[in-house]
């Protein structure tokens, strides 16, 4: 399993946004990198 994850980790990239990880895991939405603010109808 190790060699596994390290030659996947060869082809992995920086994420460009680090900070937006904690919005999408609560569920908020982004389209094409900019957040979607959505209002109650």
């Not at 946004?17 to 979607?36: A, N």
């Amino acid at each position: 399993m190790f060699k596994l994850a390290q030659s996947a980790a060869k082809h992995w990239r920086k994420l460009n946004s680090p900070e937006f990880i904690l919005s999408l895991v609560e569920g908020k939405v982004f389209t094409d990198g900019v957040l979607q603010l959505t209002h109650a109808a």
